[in-house]
């Protein structure tokens, strides 16, 4: 009994560890990059690779700056909390420095280069292709 007890905290406490959600690849994404990526609830997780940085911050354009969170491997993350659809620019700001997201197609606007990712509306398809009558 004991050893089913200990089984079961350990497989909980397994589970904790795991981001909660059914995130994808956003679709504003360059070909193959897994991040950005958005769930179902609208939120966006970025993740951004900068081993030697001491401080990045998110800046998403429409929204405050928000502080990333180091991992252990070198890359910084962030989950956001849920967001308006539609296209959401935004650059990384590496120990002061402002750059784009590798993992995103770059825009020009407002003087400098930046990133964007597509926060898709629920149930919406009009924009996406489809197979319709021809002729």
């Known amino acids: ?3 089913a007890g200990i089984v079961i905290l350990l497989a909980v ?3 904790f560890g795991q981001e909660l959600g059914d995130f994808r690849p ?34 998403f ?7 990333m969170e180091k991992q252990a491997d070198g890359f910084w993350t962030v989950t956001t909390p849920p967001m308006a ?7 990384i700001i590496v120990d002061g420095a ?15 280069w930046a990133s ?3 926060v898709p509306e629920a149930g919406a398809d009009y924009y996406l292709p489809q197979d319709v009558p021809h002729g």
């Open 98 to 112: 402002e750059v784009s997201d590798p993992g995103s197609t770059a825009y020009f606007g407002g003087s400098k």
């Open 26 to 59: 956003a679709t504003s994404n360059v070909l193959d990059s897994q991040y950005p990526r958005v769930d179902s609830n609208s939120r966006v997780q970025i993740r951004f690779k900068a081993p030697d940085a001491t401080r990045v911050k998110l800046n």
């Open 116 to 118: 964007a990712v597509e």
């Open 13 to 15: 406490s397994c589970c």
């Open 1 to 3: 009994m004991k050893l």
């Open 85 to 91: 659809p539609g296209l959401h620019y935004y650059t």
């Open 61 to 67: 354009w429409s929204g405050p700056k928000v502080d």
